[in-house]
């Protein structure tokens, strides 16, 4: 509330605190009330009329629109299943009480008893006996309640764009639905479901600058995880066979309509699988959530129809990048050739990127906008990928794939390496890349590499982000419209 509401008593945010102090002065105080029992909800009411015709029940909800007439009012109240019309007369609930139900505010949650029948018009309403104000709304609902469009007002206050969007809260019911059928999908698979620290003296497991904290008992740095994959691969280590985790991951990078700094993952791995079992999961768990949340595995995203029906198209990263930039990197041998040869066709790169980095750098701005239908991406340079095993037939590459649909990188998965020796080398590979400046190289682990040295079998392991799944499954153009709370900068 500014000053100059507190000073107007014409605006409506004193008219509600006045209607609130009277309420109270009568002893009606709608916020000591700490219960109420109700026995239907809305959509209950509207789908099984034919049984509740004339039946008295008991509602609660959210005053969504109000109208009156004299000595009869209609209002529609909502709870979380949807809207019923309610209908009150002053022969019903007696003057005094039907005058204060004039005086409630769209916005007030109210409990009330009555008899359920239909309108003139056909409309399902329950005509109230008795009504209690369960909570004074204080501040007014969007003018147009049905249609706030404010987006950034709708992400600082997702508590109102979930009150007035229907929706809005139906995206969320559904990203709920998809988690539950990716944790039944892994549980079936017979994956154990575990929980990894969020807190490390290490932000490993991935290529991504970290969010830094401080422990001060410990008096020591800690970083925010950016993935769980070297704690599950050491659970792999001590004998479990298949773990999977669904938890939150931080990256403290830019913000855009396919990132925020904390976002949903799904991580699983595989004792005795590779990336080929990976891959067979990725389009299960796609393919079959598409299924279980639309009732297909073909849908329309943005506009685009898109079939999700496995099997997916495979295409290495280096024949992607031939066919579409023209440049053939089987041909060139150095990270300088690359790097000339990704200037020449246009491309802006590093200048100490190496040859891996050369060839990821034309990849994304060459091919990934055109990977419209799901495609894995497969086959990886060394350099690129740290913790993946090196393909037996050409050891500079690896065996790790990215499926892609509508141009997102929806996973990521490989083959574990499980080498501990080449593991060694390719973190102090990242570590002079950290040193001349790359704040995303990984770190050096040794009790990862400690583990290791006791042994990791031959695994298989994958990456699944949750929210771009659900953006893909619920037609959301932004990672925002399917967090509830992403990050935003505070208002000045």
């Known amino acids: 509330m500014t000053e100059a509401e507190r000073l107007d008593p014409s605006s409506e945010l004193a008219v509600r605190r006045r209607k609130l102090k009277e309420l109270q002065a009568k002893g009606q105080d709608p916020f000591k009330i700490d219960r109420y029992d109700f026995t239907h909800r809305a959509a209950e009411i509207l789908d099984n009329f034919d049984s509740l015709e004339g039946q008295q029940v008991t509602i609660a909800g959210r005053i969504m629109s109000k109208r009156g007439h004299g000595k009869v009012s209609f209002a529609h109240i909502q709870d979380g299943s949807g809207l019923v019309q309610i209908y009150a007369r002053i022969n019903e609930l007696g003057e005094e009480e039907y005058e204060q139900f004039k005086e409630l505010d769209l916005g007030d949650i109210i409990g009330g008893v009555g008899k359920v029948f239909k309108t003139r018009r056909g409309e399902i309403t329950v005509g109230l006996k008795s009504y209690t104000l369960l909570s004074k709304s204080l501040r007014p609902l969007p003018e147009k309640w049905h249609g706030l469009k404010d987006t950034d007002l709708r992400y600082r206050q997702r508590y109102v764009d979930l009150m007035v969007n229907p929706d809005v809260r139906q995206v969320f019911v559904t990203r709920s639905r998809i988690i539950q059928f990716i944790r039944d999908y892994m549980t079936k698979e017979g994956f154990l479901e575990v929980e990894t620290p969020m807190l490390s003296p290490i932000a490993g497991g991935a290529n991504a600058r970290p969010f830094v904290t401080y422990h001060n008992a410990l008096d020591m740095e800690l970083y925010l995880r950016i993935a769980p994959e070297l704690y599950l691969k050491r659970l792999i280590v001590g004998g479990f066979e298949k773990v999977f985790e669904i938890n939150r991951n931080f990256r403290n990078e830019g913000i855009d309509t396919k990132h925020n700094p904390e976002y949903t993952a799904m991580e699983c791995y595989q004792a005795f699988g590779n990336n080929e079992d990976m891959m067979r999961i990725t389009e299960e768990i796609i393919a079959g959530a598409a299924l279980e949340v639309t009732g297909s595995m073909k849908i329309t995203y943005q506009g685009v129809d898109l079939d999700l029906t496995p099997p997916w198209q495979r295409i290495s990263m280096l024949d992607a990048v031939k066919k579409y930039s023209g440049i053939d990197f089987s041909t060139i041998k150095t990270a300088e050739e690359a790097r000339k040869a990704a200037q020449e066709h246009g491309f802006k790169v590093g200048p100490e990127a190496n040859w891996g980095q050369v060839l990821e750098e034309v990849f994304d701005a060459a091919v990934e906008p055109k990977l419209i239908q799901p495609v894995f991406i497969t086959d990886h340079p060394v350099e690129i990928s740290p913790l993946s095993k090196r393909k037996q037939d050409d050891p500079e590459f690896t065996a790790r794939f990215e499926p892609f649909i509508f141009a997102r990188e929806m996973a990521n998965g490989f083959s574990e390496l499980n080498d501990p020796i080449d593991q060694r080398c390719r973190f102090e590979e990242q570590m002079k890349q950290k040193e ?57």
């Open 436 to 492: 001349a400046g790359d704040d995303e190289a990984h770190p050096l682990d040794e009790d990862f590499l400690t583990a290791l040295e006791y042994g990791l079998p031959p695994t298989g392991g994958l990456g699944i982000g949750i929210d771009r799944l659900v953006m893909l499954l619920t037609d959301s153009a932004s990672i925002r419209d399917v967090i509830l709370f992403p990050t935003m900068r505070p208002k000045e």
